[in-house]
């Protein structure tokens, strides 16, 4: 079992930043890849970013340039930079760690952007 707790969501202007926090606990020595995933009002979730054990990332292209995923495997958490903040990147905000034949998520964090 893998628990997920994600933090720093928050409403913030357009072109703002916010840093997003995701601490894993449980079987954690089974997750390699670990990722953020956004679900707007609406729409289907979608993956936004993913980032191994190793440090390989991948990026949604909207995402790209403007968030960045990182990883600390000492502190068992992943974090999302984004900056330059866009109306349309209101969501949202899952952790996500897939473990074998499981997909575990968190809860998820509320990010908001006024124009």
């Known amino acids: 079992q893998v628990q997920l707790v994600e933090s720093g969501g928050g409403l913030v202007q357009a072109g703002g930043s916010l840093r997003l926090s995701c601490a894993a606990s449980?079987?954690?020595?089974?997750?390699?890849?670990m990722g953020w995933y956004r679900q707007a009002p609406g729409k289907q979730r979608e993956k936004v970013a993913t980032?191994?054990?190793?440090?390989?990332?991948n990026y949604v292209d909207s995402a790209k340039g403007r968030f960045t995923i990182s990883r600390d495997n000492a502190k068992n958490t992943v974090y999302l930079q984004m900056n330059g903040l866009k109306p349309e990147d209101t969501a949202v905000y899952y952790c996500?760690?897939?473990?074998?034949?499981?997909?575990?998520w968190g809860r998820g964090t509320q990010v908001t952007v006024s124009s």
């Open positions: 996500n760690a897939p473990v074998g034949r499981s997909d575990y």
């Open positions: 449980g079987s954690i020595g089974s997750i390699n890849v």
């Open positions: 980032i191994t054990r190793g440090g390989s990332t």
